[in-house]
């Protein structure tokens, strides 16, 4: 298993920084391990670098209907930059029943007029992705005391604690950190970027994404296919 001074070595080797069996000193190590994290940081916010989504739940507490996201928040996980799915689990039944919620829009969270309302349940949410803790709203409010809160978020790739950090990730992960951290060091370096590398940098990050996409759900706006399909019957073709 490569770790992360293996990857900036050959990142380093591929530029011709090094030579075989040559080692990066203290000072190029550092610099690529920074570089390396920066890398790792801006894929973050890309959902395609995302291998995997992970389900966690909190507890609703009755009332409440704002929730924080993040690292010591409401809602302990890493801040995510999206969020999947979010639903409400009843655990008064046996077995528990999770319920999915409707993802609310800036607009239509606008334009709620009664945004404190209270019920049973919950119908929807809206995701604020605030900095440092996401902001997480029920609507209506739940005031059931036997809910948890369930959150589908993808999890990323973190970055790395130090040189020595064994890198597990899977397939294509190694080649895409090697390539395209090379890329990133030929300008700190000096060196002409050879085509062929960046090319293997792209497809390296294109099998990864292809490997992440997933499968969704088609849905539609019931309320406009309805509309359309009356539009189309009222339609003449002799009218132009």
Not at 50 to 65: E, K, N, Q
Not at 69 to 77: A, F, L, P, Q, S
């Amino acid at each position: 298993m490569a770790t992360v001074r293996d990857v900036i070595t050959t990142a380093l080797k591929e530029i011709g920084v090094l030579a075989a069996g040559e080692t990066a000193t203290a000072d190029d190590a550092a610099d690529g391990f920074a570089m390396l994290n920066r890398l790792i940081d801006q894929k973050a916010a890309e959902r395609l670098f995302i291998y995997t989504v992970t389900r966690t739940t909190w507890t609703i507490v009755s009332g409440t209907g704002t929730y924080t996201v993040g690292t010591g928040g409401t809602v302990n996980v890493a801040r995510p930059v999206i969020i999947e799915h979010i639903s409400l689990q009843d655990t008064s039944t046996s077995p528990d029943t999770e319920y999915p919620l409707h993802e609310l829009t800036e607009n239509a969270w606008a334009a709620l007029r009664f945004k404190d309302q209270t019920d049973t349940l919950p119908v929807s949410y809206y995701y604020n992705p605030t900095f440092p803790l996401g902001t997480l709203k029920l609507w209506p409010a739940p005031t059931s005391a036997t809910l948890e809160g369930v959150i589908y978020h993808p999890q990323a790739v973190t970055q790395f604690a130090g040189l020595t950090t064994s890198i597990s990730l899977p397939p294509g992960y190694e080649e895409f950190l090697v390539t395209n951290l090379a890329v990133r060091m030929t300008s700190t370096y000096g060196r002409a970027l050879d085509p062929m590398l960046l090319q293997r940098a792209r497809e390296a990050e294109g099998i990864i994404k292809r490997a992440n996409k997933r499968l969704v759900d088609l849905t539609f706006d019931a309320g406009a296919l309805i509309g359309g399909a009356q539009r189309m019957r009222g339609y003449d073709i002799t009218q132009g």
